[in-house]
């Protein structure tokens, strides 16, 4: 069941090309989990540059990819107004497994830990098929634009 796509997740993020990094978001258990989707291609613009002979999606950008799904998810369970921002403010224990190619689906699996004072919190794993190739716990905020 297709939760949010690209149009609709552009509403709520500030992200654009090149750094929106969710291309859409399913299977939401409200208040619980969510699962977003990055079709990852070719013409990625740190292809070029990141391991050129052997393209490899960095890092950091899949931890960015997963803060991404829970921006967009807490914004809409929690109704956050427009005049406010989703910022990550945090990762642990981020880990990375294996590499992310031209061609993959990143399936980005993220489960609210805790929601407290403003600060959400969230245990992401993603996924290229059913092989895990990262997972970091974040933690996420809103504040004025």
């Known amino acids: 069941m297709l939760v ?10 500030p992200h654009r ?6 291309d859409r978001i399913e299977e939401v258990e409200e208040g619980v989990r969510v699962n977003g989707y990055k079709n990852v291609t070719v013409n ?21 990819a997963m803060a991404q799904v829970g921006g967009a998810y807490v914004t809409v369970l929690d ?3 427009d005049d406010q921002v989703t910022y990550f403010v945090g990762i642990d224990k981020a880990r990375f497994r294996k590499p992310v190619l ?11 830990v805790s929601r407290r004072r403003g600060i959400y919190q969230f245990k992401g794993t993603a996924y290229v098929g059913d092989t895990k190739v990262a ?11």
Not at 17 to 22: A, E, R, W
Request: net charge negative; no cysteine.
């Open 4 to 13: 949010m796509n690209i149009q609709q997740i552009m509403k709520v993020l």
């Open 17 to 22: 090309y090149p750094f929106l990094l969710v």
């Open 44 to 64: 990625e613009p740190f292809f070029q540059g990141h391991f050129p002979e052997h393209p490899i999606m960095p890092g950091v950008l899949i931890v960015e």
């Open 79 to 81: 109704d956050i107004a």
């Open 102 to 112: 031209p061609g993959d689906v990143l399936r980005m699996e993220l489960e609210l």
């Open 135 to 145: 997972d970091a716990e974040l933690k996420a905020t809103f504040a004025d634009k």
